[in-house]
Structure formats: structure tokens, C-alpha cells
């Protein structure tokens, strides 16, 4: 865009201004993704499919619907590859269940009902942030916490800092006089 003085002689002495404008992301408004999309949530769908070629993007909803003989189970990859059930972390069995995807990396999703999940009744995404950064496709763990134990005896260690030692040079002028 470009704007500049219209007053006589403005404009020739510089009292103009071009800006270029650019779009802050390359999504602006959050996708609600509905899981195998007619389908829903079913045995009989492969979701590496479906989510195949899709972006998701922080912010971005994925949507379950099912019936009672279903649920959906947020699991770790280990659980997701392994199909394990009872380590969820978090169940859903409302039938109706939105999932907002609030941070990059990746999800994982089974339904623990049993034989659905090695049925092939799971679901991977990676989720990037909105910025268009890709996420590392593991999580990183946070650093482990370092307690002090509280009814300890022994004091907490201190790093001995070293010992630092200070040289004054003194320069003596010879007065010539
Ligand atoms: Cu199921």
C-alpha cells in the first residue's frame, strides 16, 4: 500500500510511504476437523489415511463422533503403537467428544475397546504450531525436578564456589622533583 502528502512538493521531498503487508500466519482461522470425516470414529476406517496430507495446526479441533461401543482414549505413542489400554490420558465417551489441539507435537488417540484399536481404530496427528514451525515429532520431557527433601537432616549441598583471589597492582609513580 502506498500513501503519500498530496500537498504540492510533499510528496517530492519525501513525505511518502509504501508498506508491504504480509499475512501473520499461514492459517487464520482454527479447522475443525471431523475424524474420519462421514464416517466418524468406526472400526473399518483407516485414520493414517485420513489423516494423511491434512495440517494441523495449533488451535485446530479434531471432532469424534461415535456409538456407545466406542470411546476414545488419549494415549502415549508407545500405548497408540502397542495398543495398550488403561494408561489413557484422558477418556472420552460422550459419543460427541472435540479434542483442541493446544500444543505442537504429537497426539495419539485409540479407542480401548477391546480388538478395535489393533482393529486399526487409531489415530496419530502432528499437530504444528500455527506460526508454521514443525514441532520435533517426539515431545521433549521436561527437565526432571530437583527436590531437596524437606525433613532432610543433612543440609542441602552447596557448590563450593571458588575462591577468588584479587591482585591490586600498584603503580609507583618516582616523583622526579
Ligand atoms: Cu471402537
Given amino acids: ?4 502528502c498530496p500537498t504540492a512538493g510533499h510528496c517530492t521531498s519525501g ?3 509504501a508498506v508491504s503487508v504480509v499475512s501473520a500466519s499461514g ?4 479447522v475443525n476437523y471431523v475424524v474420519g470425516d462421514s464416517s466418524g470414529w468406526t472400526q473399518g476406517v483407516n485414520y493414517a489415511t485420513w489423516a494423511q496430507g491434512k495440517t494441523f495446526n495449533v488451535g485446530d479441533t479434531l471432532l469424534f463422533t461415535y456409538g456407545s461401543t466406542h470411546a476414545v482414549d488419549e494415549v502415549s505413542e508407545s500405548d497408540y503403537n502397542n495398543c495398550v489400554v488403561g494408561n489413557a490420558l484422558s477418556t472420552h465417551n460422550d459419543g460427541n467428544t472435540t479434542i483442541t489441539l493446544s500444543k505442537a507435537g504429537s497426539m495419539y488417540f485409540i479407542c480401548p475397546t477391546a480388538g478395535h484399536c489393533t482393529g486399526g481404530m487409531k489415530l496419530a496427528v502432528s499437530v504444528v ?3 508454521g514451525t514443525p514441532s520435533p515429532s517426539s515431545p521433549t520431557p521436561p527437565p526432571p525436578h530437583r527436590h531437596t527433601p524437606s525433613g532432610s537432616t543433612t543440609p542441602p549441598s552447596t557448590t563450593p564456589s571458588p575462591t577468588k583471589y584479587y591482585y591490586i597492582c600498584q603503580l609507583s609513580f618516582l616523583n622526579s622533583d
Avoid: P
Wanted: no cysteine.
Fill in 129 to 131: 504450531s500455527a506460526s
Fill in 1 to 4: 500500500m502506498y500513501f503519500i
Fill in 15 to 17: 513525505m511518502k510511504l
Fill in 27 to 30: 492459517t487464520v482461522y482454527a
